[in-house]
DNA sequence: GTCATAAGTAACCGAACGGTTACTTGTCAG
DNA sequence: CTGACAAGTAACCGTTCGGTTACTTATGAC
């Protein structure tokens, strides 16, 4: 009989793989690249070091693999495909701040990684999937985006660019900066009531400021 | 004659303290803390090892002092004390996002020191030093704000904190996030233009965002 | 001059790092 | 049963880390 398909009792080389890689997940995401050792990490995982290196290379290579794992969960998600339904600028934003917020809540260790990454020159991270993860909200914002700047509801200086700009900067510093920023603004980030008043707050705040006189008060 | 005020040849001690304290700010800016080695930060200064620990005490020591170094020089600008005389929400606005800019342009170091710390849970940020960075132009914000309120020109839901916490946002993912920004924008932070050019768009999507209806249209 | 003192350094320490090598052992086809 | 191969490990290597110690040397008051 073969190994196919079945679950060996002590040897299992996928199983293994598996949990070295949720342990280098953890490890970077907490300590960062030059904070992580690959000791803790075998550690964690449960097997040697010797087996970390012979199953992802150098400490490099499986910093590279954790941190485009991780990007590519963010763009494989199904809420995210169901933002390419909306119908109004309005409502497409609350959909997609809404979504990053709880990605972010659910995926702690993402924030960390790409701060981490900037940190450096962000020269681990591969452009193509980081690009994937923008995810088919974006297409949709843009082409509700110029329909209605082409109507006159929306401000012609407004592009997408811009929009996905300020809706990831609200959302990476409520993750990754909520320390300093708790210090200086006195916000509770931990409470759960902040993070959806947030959502609420400033996609009305992007929809007003980015509509015409005309698309606001008639 | 004593060392009083005179620039001694070889030896002396505030000048190589200083050199030490501006060496220590590249290195832990670049690096970060795990990243940084005394050795290092030593050889830029260009005295021994021993000298940094006497002088500044261990390493977490010698990284606290730097960060929290770093922060006075925030709150002592001069451009940020000139705020106070803003009279209008929008001028307000504009002229707090583009002396953020402004002095995270000036100091390249600032907002990867405040990511680096933000990693580490900003344990060693002294809070005393941080809500002092705040300037004298947010208690003008508050006042001019609460002011509009009143008035009627502005929301009911706004408050100080958020408008900090956005005003921030913007600014520190333009510094700190760029690299990954840029791959997921496309966005050309590197140009000089797009700055400028993002302070005024930004400033006025937030007046624009925070207004009443009345305070708008009428 | 000279001498106490403070500025400054070379050499070293144990620990921990990333990575390699030589080895053991579980597993399965025949 | 058995042997070959893959899964897995213990022990080690050279290097570098933060920090200490014992030492040199420039300086200024007397």
């Not at 701040?97 to 591969?126: I, K, T, Y």
Request: glycine share 8%; charged share 25%; with cysteine.
């Amino acid at each position: 009989m073969t190994t196919k398909g079945a679950r060996t009792q002590t040897r299992n080389k996928e199983e293994t793989q598996r949990r070295i890689s949720e342990a280098a997940a953890a490890e970077f995401s907490h300590l960062g690249y030059s904070g992580a050792t690959l000791d803790r990490i075998s550690e964690r995982a449960g097997c040697s070091k010797a087996l970390v290196i012979r199953y992802f290379g150098t400490k490099q290579d499986l910093y590279r693999t954790v941190l485009n794992t991780k990007y590519a969960e963010l763009s494989q998600r199904e809420t995210f495909h169901a933002l390419s339904e909306a119908e109004t600028v309005s409502e497409l934003l609350r959909g997609i701040l809404s979504d990053l917020f709880a990605f972010n809540r659910e995926h702690p260790a993402f924030a960390r990684l790409v701060s981490w990454e900037n940190l450096n020159g962000a020269e681990h991270l591969d452009p193509a999937t980081a690009k994937a993860a923008r995810g088919p909200g974006w297409a949709r914002l843009r082409s509700i985006l110029e329909d209605a700047q082409e109507k006159g509801m929306v401000r012609g200086d407004v592009d997408v660019g811009r929009i996905v700009y300020v809706l990831q900067a609200l959302t990476v510093v409520y993750f990754s900066n909520r320390h300093t920023m708790k210090i200086l603004t006195g916000i509770p980030f931990e409470s759960p009531e902040t993070m959806s008043s947030f959502v609420g707050f400033y996609s009305q705040l992007l929809a007003r400021g980015i509509a015409t006189d005309e698309g606001k008060c008639a």
